[in-house]
């Protein structure tokens, strides 16, 4: 099948001609394949599809997504998850199976206002999302900075396999959770730390379409890349224009001492909710194409983070296993999408 | 205001009381995403029209008996507000408010895929700042570009122009003076990549031949406006890039 050059197209624009497979935001008109939201379009072998830059959350199942408890019944919470429907949490998912309206006090587990990550189990158009916190990292949020995005921004602030969001977390040493829609929260003990990391989200969410992103967030973050000696001019420019503001000078020096503080402990307190790893294996694969130079980076990034796993073996060994388990569900997910695609 | 003395609505120049020739639209213009609390929005000068439009949604129902099953409900507002027009207007709902919601509705319904969100709500909020006659057009050109801000689900974008008949001439957009002086006028909603019409209205008498003049010169109106709309979608989304860079 011929590939095509994406482009931006807006709604009702004619994508290409000829018999293709529309994937995803787009329509079969005639002999051509049109697009219906404003985007990028993408044609490859398996098919046309149209990557969307805006738009409300509509919910999949088995995504992760973070949702306010708005109200509660007798049997179930009701969940706000930023999307057209409510979303239902029942209580004996939380309470377990002998959970008795009569005996248990909902109000004990959650109450109206808090946060809650959970994974959406079932969803069609004929009923509302069921939500379920029965897995490793799931449940309530205690605290942390809230930040709410486009839902079609998430793919692009998670990164490939995780970039983007890693290198958020380690420049500024906090845990960010992202939830597919759109709804992030992060924490850390630094609050430097935190509005950095907010700032750099932001960065994400308002550039998400521009070229080299990553290196404007490094920039941002006074990343350094020591292992990508061909970085562009204009990035080592603006990276050594820009003024570094005392907190920034001074953010290294914390930085380390609170690695070795974390090196001391071994682990991070399990208070502190732990993000999600997996949905990072989420992103839908209409992720921008990757320049060659970010695969580098990821080469030398997880060079790097080899070593610091010979160091803190608890936790970095974790870390791994939860890229590894995000790589195989994008590639589970991928394969449902399609399956997906198929049945309708 | 105008003495009738004075009135000429199409000099023997060819030109109208506004200077522009018989086939020119006014000057428009259009910014996307100017409301933020809004999923889509926004804000068109049409002449001195000028009409600021957000979206919500899709979105819960409410009242919940109002969903369906199988689709999502389109709703949709037009509103003048009190200081739109010379003399101040009443607030409250009038008839002529009522029907241009219902045929706004109806000519934004055919470009959206509403299937796709089943039991849910688009609620379409179009508020006159200030008329100048052609306002149910130009509230629908901003409602089009206002959705597809909101990420909906379109199969192609609405634009909209009307033609009219003064003095025995068919002239493109007609502004407010003309509609109420002029012979004719005729506001026409249209696809253009579709190429279908979704509002075609008439107010006053024209011939066949008339007709089928006016229809075409409204169609043509629509096309320029498409571009318009394009181009502001483009900006808001791409900047001023048309092509995407790949990443080196």
Redesign the interface.
């Given at each position: 099948m011929q590939e095509i050059?994406?482009?931006?197209v807006?709604?009702?624009?004619?994508i290409i001609e000829g018999n293709y497979k529309p994937l995803m935001?787009v329509?079969k008109?005639g002999n051509y394949l049109?697009s219906?939201?404003?985007g990028?379009a993408e044609a490859g072998k398996d098919g046309v599809k149209v990557i969307?830059?805006?738009?409300?959350y509509?919910p999949r199942v088995n995504d992760l997504v973070i949702g306010k408890i708005i109200d509660r019944s007798s049997l179930s919470w009701d969940v706000d998850i930023n999307a057209?429907?409510?979303a239902h949490l029942p209580a004996q998912d939380v309470f377990g199976r002998d959970f008795s309206p009569a005996k248990d006090d909902m109000g004990r587990q959650l109450s109206i206002g808090d946060l809650i990550i959970a994974r959406i189990v079932s969803f069609d158009?004929?009923r509302d999302p069921m939500l379920t916190v029965q897995d490793k990292d799931l449940g309530k949020i205690p605290y942390g900075e809230f930040i709410k995005i486009s839902p079609?921004r998430v793919p692009r602030l998670i990164g490939k396999r995780g970039s983007m969001i890693q290198t958020i977390e380690q420049a500024t040493q906090t845990r960010v959770i992202i939830g597919q829609n759109g709804i992030v929260v992060v924490t850390g003990r630094d609050p430097d730390g935190l509005s950095l990391a907010a700032k750099a989200i932001r960065l994400v969410e308002e550039e998400s379409?521009t070229?080299?992103l990553t290196q404007r967030v490094k920039a941002l973050l006074n990343v350094q890349d020591p292992e990508d000696p061909e970085q562009?001019e204009s990035v080592n420019a603006s990276a050594d224009i820009e003024p570094q503001t005392p907190q920034q000078q001074q953010q290294q020096p914390q930085e380390q001492q609170q690695q070795q503080e974390q090196q001391q402990q071994g682990q991070q307190p399990t208070s502190e909710p732990q993000p999600p790893q997996q949905q990072q294996g989420q992103q839908p694969t209409s992720e921008?194409?990757?320049?060659q130079?970010?695969g580098q980076k990821q080469k030398g990034q997880q060079q790097e983070e080899q070593q610091q796993q010979q160091n803190t073996s608890k936790s970095s060994s974790k870390e791994k296993h939860k890229i590894d388990n995000s790589e195989k569900s994008s590639s589970n997910n991928s394969n449902n999408d399609q399956k997906e695609k198929k049945q309708e | 205001m105008y003495s009738l003395k004075e009135l000429t609505l199409l000099d023997e120049n060819g030109k109208r009381s506004d200077g522009r020739g018989i086939d020119d639209l006014r000057p428009i213009k259009i910014t996307v995403g100017v409301v933020k609390n809004a999923d889509g929005s926004a804000f068109i000068e049409f002449g001195k029209n000028k009409i600021i439009v957000a979206v919500y949604g899709p979105r819960e129902v409410h009242p919940k008996h109002m969903a369906l099953p199988d689709r999502c409900v389109l709703r949709c507002r037009y509103h003048m507000s009190p200081f739109s027009t010379d003399t101040r207007k009443n607030p409250a709902p009038s008839r002529r408010e009522v029907e241009i919601s219902k045929v706004m509705r109806e000519s934004l319904e055919p470009s959206l895929i509403l299937s796709d969100y089943p039991r849910a709500v688009i609620d379409v909020f179009v508020e006159v700042l200030q008329a100048d006659g052609g306002s149910r057009c130009a509230g629908i050109n901003a409602a089009s570009v206002a959705l597809a801000d909101a990420g909906i689900n379109m199969r192609d974008l609405v634009s909209a122009c009307a033609a009219g008949r003064i003095a025995d001439n068919i002239v493109l957009d007609v502004n407010d003076l003309e509609d109420k002086e002029g012979d004719a006028d005729m506001p026409v909603a249209y696809l253009p990549n579709l190429e279908q019409i979704t509002l075609l209205q008439v107010d006053g008498k024209l011939t066949t031949a008339q007709f089928s003049e006016c229809l075409n010169k409204a169609i043509d109106g629509c096309k320029l406006v498409y571009e318009i709309q394009k181009d502001a979608l483009m900006k808001k989304y791409f900047g001023n890039e048309l092509e995407v860079k790949e990443e080196v």
């Open positions: 050059k994406r482009r931006y807006i709604p009702g624009d004619k935001n329509v008109s049109v219906t939201r404003v990028i969307p830059l805006s738009g409300v509509i057209c429907f409510f158009r004929t079609t379409h070229t080299n562009p921008p194409q990757p320049p130079q970010q | -």
